[in-house]
């Protein structure tokens, strides 16, 4: 055992086959890797190990469709185009933008024999590496916080997550009132229809579709909305808009409005002097509401009434939003999977949202950061609570250093405890019967200089800016990937019988 695996308790690695100026067996530093493998020679590759094209699981057969689904057996699979069990071990933020920042895209265009991180080739150069390094580290899929204009030209070679997105409301983007839509209206059905007409009718019947996520923990509650101070889920920010707060706003002609009152009237028993006791207001009526314009700006809830209220008409605006998209995709795409939005389980969100979002969903799709032990109560909940397959879309574990002082994600002492927290993470969450999914929260180190946002949060990846692996991740990142399989079938006693 290296020194650069002590205490993670892995085994020694298999050496890599393929063709390059390099591999990752008993190596810290990552080296070009020409993409060379062809199409047949990988599908060979895969068999070889027991698994699929997909990276499917062959030991385990269900009826082949010709694109990704789901299916139960007493635990939850999704399942290959060819028919066989998988589960997403997937990457995120694959960015080539991530490897051409200031400190280290003239290191990148000389592994790519560029002169320059500005050379056009340069993107293509980074997707034939990616074809071999996401293979190699274990990885069989790629999550939806990835560039994959860059990725799926001229074709996607492994497995993907597809952004599908009607609102803008992104907990990063620090959406403004604008971003809002009104999902009542006409106007939104129609734009989703555009939309499915646009992204999602061309990938119809394209093998390597996963299904379609729409926004990156969006903000759907008050917990959500709230003013944050410096947490590791984020950088500090104001407080921001939500759907109850913009719609109930807005004046008598738009939907959303209307639905506003109706909801409320509903709540109130139709008398408007209870709902005056508890805003602080003199309406006449609720109709006097309804032609209100901006009567409640984007305060926080005065008390506990309201905050009942606004979970009320959220969770009737979820219903609505979640029906028009899934409407929209299966016009134009009735194969793949619909996720909805990566709904945060670092706040109330999913708690609050998700019986709703599950009526139109095939799987609950979730961001979650934290260690097994914390979330566990959490899992049991959700799929207590919808019947349906769990799908962890972004986490990760971090560890600071010089120039990423503060990361995403919980912070391990070292990236020797980093890589226990990862692997203890896997095998209990893969080894349930209702989990199908996990994308890590990234593969390359940023560092503060990278963008403006990045100087308060960076992300931890598995190896630093210039190639060099973190050893203990990297052999967990890989374990990973090699057994994921086995851990379905840990609880039963009979680790590494099935590939």
């Known amino acids: ?94 960015h080539p933008g991530w490897w051409k920042a200031a400190y280290n895209g003239a290191h990148w ?19 034939s590496e990616m074809m071999s390094l996401l293979p190699e580290l274990g990885f069989n899929s790629i999550g939806v916080h990835s560039d994959l204009a860059t990725l799926n030209d001229p074709r996607p070679f492994i497995p993907y997550v597809k952004p599908f997105v009607l609102a803008g409301i992104d907990h990063w983007k620090v959406p403004e009132e604008g971003d809002f839509p009104d999902v009542f209206s006409p106007e939104f059905e129609a734009s989703a229809g555009r939309l499915a007409s646009r992204e999602a009718a061309p990938l119809r019947d394209d093998p390597m579709l996963l299904g379609y996520a729409m926004a990156d923990c969006p903000i759907f509650t008050d917990w959500d909305a709230r003013e944050r101070g410096d947490t590791l889920h984020g950088a500090p920010r104001r407080s921001l808009p939500t759907f109850p707060r913009v719609l109930r706003n807005l004046g008598a002609a738009h939907a959303g409005k209307r639905a ?27 109709d006097a509401l309804a032609s209100a314009v ?27 939003y979640y029906g028009v998209a899934r409407r929209a995709l299966r016009s134009q795409d009735p194969n793949h999977l619909f ?28 961001q979650a950061y934290g260690r097994y032990g914390w979330l566990e109560p959490s899992l049991g909940r959700w799929g207590r609570k919808t019947g349906k397959p769990l799908f962890n879309g972004d986490s990760s574990f971090a560890t600071p250093g010089e120039n ?82 086995e851990f379905p079938r840990a609880p039963r006693g009979k680790p590494g019988d099935c590939c």
């Open 1 to 94: 055992m290296s020194a650069g695996r002590a205490g993670v308790g892995l085994g020694p690695a298999p050496a890599v086959s393929g063709c390059g100026r390099g591999t990752i067996a008993g190596s810290s530093r990552r080296t070009f890797v020409t993409a060379c493998l062809g199409a047949a020679a990988a599908r060979r590759s895969a068999r070889g190990q027991g698994r699929d094209v997909y990276g499917g699981w062959t030991g385990k057969r269900f009826r082949p469709t010709g694109h990704f689904r789901l299916e139960h057996d007493g635990r939850w699979w999704m399942v290959t185009p060819e028919g066989n069990a998988f589960l997403s071990f997937g990457a995120n933020h694959l």
């Open 109 to 127: 265009a000389a592994e790519y024999g560029l002169g320059s991180a500005r050379d056009p080739r340069f993107n293509a150069r980074y997707r």
């Open 260 to 286: 506003y009152v109706e909801t409320v009237r509903e709540l109130y028993g139709d008398s408007v002097s209870r709902f005056n006791a508890v805003y602080g207001t003199e309406f006449g009526s609720f």
């Open 294 to 320: 901006n009567w409640r700006r984007l305060t926080d809830p005065a008390n506990g009434h309201e905050t009942r209220d606004n979970t009320e008409f959220l969770l009737r605006v979820v219903d609505r």
């Open 339 to 366: 996720f909805g939005d990566k709904l945060n389980g670092n706040t109330d969100a999913v708690d609050t949202v998700v019986a709703v979002t599950s009526r139109h969903t095939d799987l609950v799709f979730y």
């Open 404 to 485: 990423m002082p503060r990361p995403y994600g919980p912070l391990a002492a070292d990236h020797r405890e980093r890589a226990e927290w990862m692997l203890e993470y896997a095998r209990a969450a893969f080894g349930r019967e209702d989990f199908v999914g996990w994308s890590h929260c990234g593969v390359i180190d940023t560092w503060t200089e990278l963008s403006e946002r990045k100087q308060l949060r960076q992300h931890a990846g598995i190896m630093s800016p210039t190639g060099e692996f973190h050893g203990p991740v990297r052999d967990a990142i890989r374990e990973i990937g090699q057994r994921l399989y």
